[in-house]
């Protein structure tokens, strides 16, 4: 089954507003913990990544926190826009069953002027 | 590195037809990685490989689908009758090492009439 937990969607938001995407993960060990982005029509992309506790990865104004306490790598951005309007993934990798990226659904975002 | 290739970029096809879609990895990668990306269950790991060798398929919804790498540069997914229900974007995704970003292909959109 999938290893991670993330906010469901879809998500609508004004531009300007502040964004939060909750992500959990199921590990032993210490993942590497990864935000994707997907646009309409393309593939995924890398956004953010983190591979220890603790660090926080950050990308075009978005930012995310390894915790290992909670196990959470939740997605945040201060002020949103147009162009941000896109399904996100939180992936954490090298869990118990190995190298799979699990992705799931995504988180969709839909921004409004 | 030109990325991840994949080819077709859209295929349509009749049921009970067989269909095989193509993936470059990029070059020195050393895991390949299969999605199938649909609405009702998300992006769903296939399969993936590691130095030409299937590592896990546990994915692969039935035996109508098999997935090859007879070499570091080429990968085939195929669909053996093909069904309606196969419709879907199936992404192919590589990366260099163990806990790595992984790169995305374009998609191959498929349909199945």
């Known amino acids: 089954g999938n290893s991670v937990t993330q906010m469901e969607g879809p998500v609508t938001l004004s531009e300007e507003a502040f964004l939060t995407i909750n992500c959990t993960y199921t590990a032993t060990g210490y993942p590497s913990l990864f935000w994707y982005v997907q646009y309409p029509g393309e593939g995924l992309q890398l956004l953010l990544k983190?591979?220890?506790?603790?660090d926080k990865g950050s990308n075009k104004g978005f930012e995310a926190t390894y915790r290992k306490e909670t196990t959470s790598f939740h997605l945040e951005k201060g002020s949103v826009q147009v162009s941000d309007s896109a399904v996100y993934f939180c992936a954490p990798v090298n869990c118990p069953t190995g190298n799979q990226f699990y992705f799931g659904t995504g988180t969709s975002l839909t921004v409004i002027p | 590195d030109a990325g991840v290739i994949q080819s077709p970029r859209h295929e349509v096809t009749e049921m009970g037809q067989e269909v095989t879609l193509r993936c470059k990895p990029i070059?020195?990668?050393?895991?390949l990685f299969w999605y199938r990306q649909t609405m009702m269950r998300g992006l769903e790991l296939l399969i993936y490989?590691?130095?030409?060798?299937?590592?896990?398929d546990s994915g692969m919804p039935e035996d109508r689908f098999s997935a090859k790498m007879p070499n570091a540069s080429f990968s085939t997914l195929k669909i053996q009758p093909s069904e309606p229900r196969d419709s879907a974007v199936y992404f192919c995704?590589?990366?260099?090492?163990?806990?790595?970003?992984?790169?995305f292909g374009q998609g191959t959109r498929l349909t199945v009439v």
């Open positions: 995704a590589s990366s260099f090492a163990w806990g790595t970003e992984a790169f």
């Open positions: 490989f590691n130095n030409n060798v299937p590592i896990d």
């Open positions: 070059s020195g990668h050393d895991y």
């Open positions: 983190a591979t220890k506790a603790d």
